[in-house]
């Protein structure tokens, strides 16, 4: 569909939720929301908004966001990231629903490599049943800024590969996602957006 690289694209940045899991076992009276705003393009002539909302509580991080493109449909999509101190992983499922309806599901663990270095593998489902495995790293580069590298392989064998790159700093941030598709064509999505942190009250037992 003309809108896969873009959903794909939508559920990579969804799976890097992790870092923030593995960043900090945020306690109770830690417990953060983070809200991201902005604006995004693609190489083949897409572009819209979309926004998201980060909570994190007690070594879970929570995540739901959405996404309108240019001709006003709009998609959504959630996730969510539990942490395991003693093991130093982490188990993720997380769900998308495209502008027409179509939803699709990915299910993940990771693990914590080194410090800021995380391993993860999981299945992407998509809405006819079909299924995709992926591997990826995500490694924290410098303060605010993350690279993640990431195969995703279909039923069919043939291998995508996705480079994310995130930097934030001083409440503004970007983020380009770089997809090569089997054929060698590459598709890049470049985004920019504004970040807000707050602490917030620590859910009730």
Do not use: H
């Not at 188990?91 to 914590?112: F, H, L, Y």
Request: no cysteine; net charge positive.
């Amino acid at each position: 569909m003309k809108n896969e690289p873009l959903f794909k694209s939508i559920a990579a940045a969804a799976l890097a939720v992790v870092i923030l899991a593995f960043a900090s076992a945020a306690r109770a009276a830690d417990a953060k929301e983070t809200t991201r705003t902005g604006t995004y393009t693609t190489s083949t002539g897409g572009s819209g908004t979309a926004s998201s909302t980060t909570t994190r509580s007690q070594g879970t991080v929570n995540r739901q966001g959405s996404w309108t493109n240019a001709a006003g449909g709009t998609g959504t999509w959630k996730s969510q990231a539990t942490w395991n101190k003693a093991s130093q992983t982490a188990t993720i499922t997380g769900s998308a629903t495209r502008p027409n309806g179509a939803t699709s599901s990915w299910q993940a663990t990771a693990v914590r490599t080194a410090p800021g270095s995380i391993s993860e593998k999981g299945t992407i489902t998509t809405a006819n049943g079909k299924q995709s495995t992926f591997t990826a790293t995500d490694t924290r580069v410098a303060p605010g800024s993350w690279n993640k590298n990431e195969v995703i392989t279909p039923a069919s064998g043939k291998t995508i590969d996705r480079t994310v790159d995130t930097s934030v700093a001083n409440g503004s941030g970007t983020r380009t996602v770089t997809t090569t598709l089997p054929d060698g064509k590459t598709v890049t999505r470049n985004a920019t957006f504004t970040q807000d942190s707050a602490a917030v009250a620590a859910p009730t037992p």
